[in-house]
């Protein structure tokens, strides 16, 4: 599942994590926010399923609150490894530019299907029930709508 991650980066350039056999202590499934400071600023929301990081970008700052969605663009698995990642991606490799982690926790997964997920989020900054949909987006249907389910 990580054939994609690793043929986008090189790792003799970048600072990211080639592989995927860190594993944090908890065996809580954990879940990260990165702000990515790219060419376009994003968030980068990553759930850990199967062990890997199913990612999805997000245009915008996820919502603390309910009532707001967000466009998430499912993007490549990421290793697990990659929920510790901080740093300066170099100019002329694949995302260049600064991530941060602006949110990390555990969370549990209570829907797992092809066209929603449902999860409930224990970060600093996301807490709650948040729910992800598959939606119509381009030729390849990678989008999903993003958002906070009402208590
Ligand atoms: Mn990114």
């Not at 599942?1 to 350039?13: A, D, N, P, T, V």
């Not at 908890?26 to 062990?51: C, M, P, W």
Request: proline share 5%; charged share 35%; glycine share 8%.
């Amino acid at each position: 599942m990580l054939e994609e991650y690793e043929k986008k980066r090189h790792f003799e350039k970048t600072p990211e994590p080639s592989f995927s056999d860190l594993k944090e202590s908890s065996d809580k499934t954990i879940f990260v926010v990165q702000r990515h400071d790219a060419r376009n600023l994003h968030y980068d929301f990553r759930l850990e399923i199967d062990g890997v990081l199913k990612s999805w970008a997000v245009p915008k700052q996820p919502p603390k609150k309910a009532g707001t969605k967000r466009l998430a663009i499912q993007t490549e698995d990421h290793p697990l490894a990659y929920a510790n990642f901080e740093g300066e991606i170099p100019a002329g490799e694949y995302g260049a530019g600064k991530v941060e982690i602006w949110d990390r926790g555990t969370f549990e997964l209570q829907k797992h299907e092809e066209k929603e997920i449902v999860v409930t989020l224990h970060g600093e900054e996301l807490k709650g029930d948040y729910v992800l949909i598959r939606t119509k987006y381009g030729k390849e249907e990678k989008g999903w709508l993003f958002f906070k389910r009402a208590d």
